[in-house]
């Protein structure tokens, strides 16, 4: 999420979300519509479950003979511009972490994938209302040559009080007395666009929450996503930012749910805790 991003909130959303399920007409018995078929042998059932168990058997053996799991000595490589599987590799993105946000990734790809979707993470949070909090994160995710310009332009952005007005917050960037302010980030995928052996750019594909929660919020929590794109660089053992973009999309079909109240809102977020992202 992007500081000054219109996040627009869901209109006329209903529905109980249940599946009905219609049974055929007529006056059979038989609840597919049909005539009553005829029972089979016992040989001929013998002979399908003989089958079955082949058939599963054979496709237990196939995927044995796939790729062989992952190990934390040879980490897989990707393709720059092209997706890999999305199973589990086996290795821990990471065992660290400075202040809350997870560091010290791998040196090869799916390190930098793992700390790109980390970052965005820490990025999009509400944490980075806050000017102590904001700092820390700041240079936490990028790299020490960009950190201090960076910092600057986003104090300039979040301390804007238009800005903050217009999201709901008072001027030190919290929520007023009753409400509760949502800021979260969530990746879906991620891809490698370009790699050598200092630098990379990855693409995250997220989606963002973002809004207050509360009784008469007039900017009530809403969903959006985006793709961000991640200039990374190896620096003093670990992935760091050095320059970031964003782009709406792609963006889902919304289903027909109901909105959840205000108060469902800000129970979630206070019980729902995040993740640690391995690519």
Known sequence: MSPGDEHDSFGGVGGSGQTRTRLPEGNSGDVYGGARRPVRSSRSLLTVVGVVVLLVAAIAFANRGGTPPADASNPRSTTPGRTSPTTPTGTRPVTTKTGTIPTGYSHDDQGAQSAAANYAVALGSAEMFSNSA??????TVYAPAVAAARQDDL???????????RIGLKGD???????????????????????????????????SLFGMAGEGSKNPVSEAWYTGSYELQWVDGDWKVTGFSQKDGPVPVGRDQRASTAEEMSDAVGQFGGFTYAR
């Open 134 to 139: 904001r700092a820390e994160i700041v240079h």
């Open 155 to 165: 104090d300039k952005v979040y301390a804007d009080q238009g800005f903050l007005s």
């Open 173 to 207: 960037g919290t929520a007023p007395q009753g409400m509760t302010f949502i800021s979260r980030t969530v990746p879906v995928g991620s891809k490698v666009e370009s790699y050598t052996d200092d630098k990379a750019t990855v693409s995250v594909w997220y989606s």
